[in-house]
């Protein structure tokens, strides 16, 4: 991780604004001014902005199961239900991952790593989402022939990687993209609505048995969805001494017993 990228983390500044505070000497490393933009700070180095030293922010990642009629959003002048008043006010500076609209529902997840974040949602890592759907009718002999070879959308061809027909009128999609309110305005363009819409899983996490509203937080195996080649080596360091102590709590819980 990039030194301007690593102050960005601890909640410093912007990008922008860490290299201007690195351009005009206000950082150091080790005691010793550093202008140098590419400098990656490892688990020993002590970095420090005016002679006051930066902590790293603990990564934080939760799972929500999105109850319909709530907006993801901090605040709405239209509504009073947005997604933060179904999580503890320590986590309203959290970030949410993968919008879902007011009334679909399901997975959705919040974090303050954005390295996370970006892998969950660039197109380039192609993470698959999968939804649930309830349709308003049955559906027509070629339907998932329709959705899988895709619509324009937004100029972008839209289209679903697999499509499985669960009932006449339920059916699983996978997708991996990311264009706006995809799943329900492909379906628009075939004459189908979409009255029930619930994103069951995003890469390898997964609703389960979540209640509708709760949320909890990702264990250290789930965080490892993000390729390896987007996170920092102290980041893959943290996740392994996480999984460790993990497994060590779990193992002392188990002789407790």
């Known amino acids: 991780m990039r030194l301007n990228r690593f102050l960005a983390a601890a909640g410093i500044s912007s ?4 290299d201007e505070l690195i351009a005009g000497g206000r950082v150091t490393v080790n005691g010793k001014p550093c202008r140098d933009f590419h400098f990656q700070p ?3 180095d002590y970095v420090k902005v005016d002679g006051k030293l930066v902590h790293q922010r603990t990564p934080v990642y939760i799972l929500l199961n999105k109850p319909a009629g709530f907006v ?17 006010p320590k986590f309203s500076s959290l970030a949410y991952v993968g919008r879902l609209d007011a009334q679909s529902e399901g997975l959705l997840l919040f974090t303050n790593d954005g390295d996370f974040a970006q892998c969950l949602t660039h197109p380039r890592f192609k993470i698959e989402k999968e939804y649930e759907v309830v349709l308003d009718r049955a559906t ?28 006449p009128t339920r059916l699983r999609m996978v997708l991996e993209q ?8 492909m379906l628009e363009c075939f004459g189908f609505h979409a009255k029930k819409l619930t994103r069951v899983r ?14 909890r937080h990702l264990s250290a195996q789930e965080v490892r969805v993000i390729p ?3 996170i920092s080596p102290a980041r893959r360091r943290s996740l392994r001494v996480e999984q460790r102590d993990s497994s060590t709590s779990a193992r002392n819980d188990d002789e407790s017993r």
């Open 15 to 18: 990008r922008r604004g860490a």
């Open 72 to 88: 993801c959003t901090r605040r709405d002048p239209n509504t009073t239900d947005t997604i933060y008043d179904l999580l503890p």
């Open 42 to 44: 490892g688990p020993t």
């Open 228 to 230: 390896s080649k987007t």
């Open 202 to 215: 995003m890469g390898n996490l997964r609703l389960q048995d979540l209640p509708r509203g709760k949320w």
């Open 178 to 185: 990311g264009i706006n309110r995809q799943v329900r305005r």
């Open 140 to 167: 027509t002999s070629d339907l998932a022939q329709k959705l899988l070879h895709g619509v324009v959308l937004d100029g972008k061809h839209a289209r679903a990687k697999r499509v499985q027909q669960i009932s």
